[in-house]
């Protein structure tokens, strides 16, 4: 455990130094939309959300509004004193019937496409990132990568101002993926229901305890993003972000086998978790 904080303090270090990253996203003050998408999922969702959604809940509301005023002003006691006494109008309960539904129909026609788009791993992906969620901390193990992996914690307010990263959402250990490349990700618990997400990334899933999940994404930039436990998970359910550092192919293979030399020989905490006897790195690495 000790191996894989100080390992993780070394790449803060790296981090800090390499700050002048071309793109970072996480939320801003006063930040009301969407966090900018870096994956085509993403995109879809923001897409979704601004060119579909929006325009058709603002016209909602100002013809609700609007009809709300009308009646305010037309049939109050003053303006209408003698009220009409009909209470059933057929034309009018059919059209306030199929508007609504050719609404939704036509909602569906873009929400439905962009669901199975988000849950369908691409069948040809190019590695899987398994991610548990603890309270109160995230672990990662890299499926294709054996004996890496490692705890992400988050870092207290002194360790991540030295750092330079923004408090209450960077950890100790980012996570590293290679840009342009199809990152399964599956997703479980040890304890309780967590749930897993990366809102550039348009990913949030649920981390359930005996429950393999998955999620996929493909980022198109490089850049550090940040994301937090998006399930309630207990007193410290804000104090579990995610950390995302996306990198170049060539920097995400070495990165790979740096972890794997600093870990030659001593026990990955994150693969031995599921061995029954984590005793060696054979040990934990045949239970996986
Ligand atoms: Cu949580």
Redesign the pocket.
């Known amino acids: 455990m000790r191996r894989w904080q100080s390992a993780g303090l070394a790449g803060l270090i790296t981090a800090a130094s390499a700050a002048g990253f071309a793109w970072a996203d996480q939320p801003v003050d006063k930040g009301y939309s969407l966090q900018a998408p870096v994956t085509e999922v993403a995109k879809d969702i923001t897409f979704f959300h601004d060119a579909i959604l929006l325009p058709i809940i603002v016209v909602i509301s100002l013809f609700v509004a609007g009809l709300l005023a009308y009646c305010v002003i037309r049939f109050n006691k003053q303006a209408n004193p003698v009220p009409a006494k009909f209470t059933h109008n057929t034309t009018i309960e059919i059209v306030w019937t199929l508007i609504p539904v050719l609404i939704l129909v036509g909602i569906s026609a873009f929400s439905f496409p962009l669901l199975y788009k988000e849950d369908q791993t691409p069948a040809k992906y190019d590695m899987t990132l398994k991610v548990t969620?603890h309270?109160?901390y995230w672990s990662y193990e890299y499926a294709d990568a054996e004996g890496v992996g490692f705890d992400a914690n988050m870092l207290p307010q002194d360790e991540a101002k030295a750092a330079g990263k923004p408090y209450l959402l960077g950890t100790d250990n980012a996570v590293v993926v290679p840009v342009g490349k199809i990152v399964r990700v599956q997703v479980t618990a040890s304890d309780?229901i967590?749930?897993w997400a990366m809102p550039s990334f348009g990913v949030k899933m649920d981390?359930v305890p005996g429950r393999l999940n998955e999620a996929w994404f493909r980022v198109e930039k490089p850049g550090l993003y940040y994301g937090q436990?998006s399930?309630?998970?207990?007193v410290k359910?804000a104090y579990?972000p995610i950390e995302i550092k996306a990198v170049p192919q060539a920097e995400f293979d070495a990165w790979i086998a740096s972890q794997k030399s600093a870990d030659a020989g001593s026990t990955n905490p994150a693969a031995a978790q599921f061995a029954a006897t984590p005793t060696s790195t054979a040990a934990s690495a045949q239970a996986n």
């Open positions: 969620g309270q109160w309780v967590h749930s981390a436990c399930e309630i998970c207990g359910h579990m």
